[in-house]
């Protein structure tokens, strides 16, 4: 065998390997919109697709449900989670990094123990805390959790690629007049793109996926968020897995076309991240 | 264009000095290199008159102004960094731009002095190109340049050609000589390359271990090193050295017996006593191979030949010593084979135990 025939070979039994592994991954999100699409009688059959295809859940859930305004809850949540969070993560990583600020070392070490806590255990002193602060239904008493619990996530990542970055433009920076925010703001912030794009995709991944903290924050339904609808299909005495299937669907579109845009460096931003040493 | 006044400054990193008390002038328009070991604090030294560390004690002067306690852009100075420190993201239109876009230059003024350096750098075709899309040397010439169009009255250079190969390097080094020339201004350039030194510098200043250990020009520390650390630094292959003792001292010179086996009269110039550790240094042109000539007799065997062309360099075992000697004849000198060599007495050099050059200056530093 010639090395050109071996070497494609080699390429073709790697790819079918691969295939076959993401055939087996995207098996559920086949089976949930393919629910999404069949009508009640169907919906428990045990096979991948069936016929015919019906759109009837997903008018039932959008005629149902306000669903623009739930949409733009969610958004306005997400986004505004997102920016704080990139924006305090990458402050703090430069004056760690870079600035080298007194005690930032000790808040760094700090944050991440916070890494640890599990959302569960949190749930009843933020609920008490925002009940306090009268966030309850407010936007606030998500975005501040939210962007809380992400921002040490983002510092690991983004003071990851300060430290990786060339300290000599730093100096240059200083060299050339910058102040500490034109440093940032010129020098630091064009050099960690990849990690500022993944920590923004992550986060809104996250934030948008939320259940359990806006299920207890949000009660009046003109606030709710996308993620607590599906639960009214699905009850103790009741189910409705077609419509319940159609709003995850819809939920999870934005995200697909969201990651099918940055996919290249959603994934550089993660492998730098990843082999930091 | 500026005078540089360094009064006295000293530097540490947490508990360690690693500049422990340093003076030292560099006169208006001079091209002024410091030179020394990996870790000796030239760099260090740099980013201190930079700006971009902070002094223990002492003051800096510009032009007799203090400006200890200054940013670096308050300096009036700018800087060459070892790998360029050029802005990724940014073409070389902006990176050499950028000093003055932060201080707010006319637009108009930033692009004529931007074309001016690209001009003179010749930069003109790569304005649009990233630093990813230069050669190394084209990176070089932008970091120059950056440093060029914000006029400032002291550069510093910090190894600017070390990550260069050897070829391109011959070049830029021809480049910053003219380079020098055509600014006329005052800089300081920092290397531990000798023949960047020994090339470009109205001045050199060998450093060792946060000290200043001998400033003057090329050849007058080449020719007149003060102790054995400049002796053994400055020159390439460096300066032999060959241990011995002081076996008399009389008129003004010392009888030294070498450990090679042979003895030496050097003219003094400091003091030295019987029975004193000495090392005699000579260097490897001095030295003459299988001629019959005047000098010092020793006889060894030829261990390593290195042959370039242009010059040989032969490593003769004398004993449990070994000298480096460079032949400019174009002899075919087998390895292995006995060797004669001869020692001019005129161009050895004797250092006590604590390095200092205690002979006279040697005959052929006087002729020059």
Known sequence: MTRISRSSAKSLALHATLFVVLGFWMLPLVYMVSVGLRSPSQAFDPVLFAWPVTFANFITVIRDNPLTGIFLNSLIITVATVITVVSVSALFAFACSVLRLRGSLVIYATLLTTLMVPLASLVLPLAILLKTFGWVNTYWGLIFPYSALGVPFAIVILKAFMDDSPKELFDAARVDGCSSWQTFWHVALPLVRPALVFVAIWQFIVTWNEFFLALIVLTRAEMKTLTIVPMQYSGLYMANPGALFAILTLIALPLIFLYVLVQRAFVRGLLAGAVKG | ?368
């Not at chain 2, 400019?328 to 390895?335: F, N, P, T, Y």
């Open chain 2, 1 to 368: 264009m500026a005078t540089l006044q360094i009064d006295n400054i000293i530097k540490r990193f947490g508990t360690v000095t690693v500049i422990p008390e340093l003076s030292l002038t560099v006169k208006d328009r001079e091209f002024c290199v410091l030179v020394g070991p990996s870790g000796c604090g030239k760099s260090t030294l740099l980013r201190i008159i930079a700006g971009l560390e902070a002094i223990n004690a002492g003051r800096l002067l510009v032009d007799g102004r203090d400006v200890s306690a200054l940013a670096p852009p308050e300096r009036g100075i700018a800087m060459v960094f070892q790998s360029y420190a050029l802005y990724p993201h940014m073409d070389v239109n902006r990176n050499m731009g950028f000093g003055l876009e932060i201080s707010r230059t006319p637009r108009n003024e930033i692009v004529s002095r931007v074309a001016r350096a690209a001009e003179s750098l010749h930069l003109g075709k790569f304005l649009r190109r990233r630093p990813r899309e230069l050669s190394g040397g084209q990176r070089q010439r932008v970091a120059i340049g950056r440093a060029i169009t914000r006029k400032p009255t002291l550069f510093l250079l910090d190894e600017p050609l070390s990550n260069l190969d050897a070829a391109l390097r011959v070049n830029m080094r021809v480049e910053i000589a003219r380079l020098k020339e055509e600014l006329n201004s005052t800089m300081i350039y920092v290397t531990h390359d000798q023949v960047e030194a020994m090339t470009l510098a109205d001045r050199i200043v060998v450093m060792n271990e946060g000290r200043i250990e001998q400033v003057g020009a090329p050849l007058e520390l080449y020719e007149q090193p003060g102790n054995r650390f400049v002796a053994g630094f400055l020159g390439s292959p460096a300066m032999n050295f060959l241990s011995g003792t002081v076996a008399q001292v009389a008129d003004g010179a010392a009888r030294v017996d070498l450990t090679a086996g042979t003895s030496v009269m050097i003219p003094l110039a400091g003091r030295v006593e019987t029975g004193q550790f000495v090392e005699l240094g000579i260097r490897p042109e001095h030295i003459k191979l299988n001629e019959d000539d005047d000098g010092v007799p020793v006889s060894g065997r030829a261990a390593i030949v290195e042959m370039l062309g242009s010059d040989t360099f032969v490593h003769v075992r004398l004993g449990d010593e070994t000298i480096v000697v460079r032949d400019s004849h174009g002899r075919r000198i087998g390895k292995g084979l006995d060797v004669d060599l001869r020692l001019p007495v005129e161009a050895c050099y004797l250092f006590d135990q604590t390095g200092l050059r205690v002979s006279r200056l040697n005959g052929l530093a006087e002729a020059a």
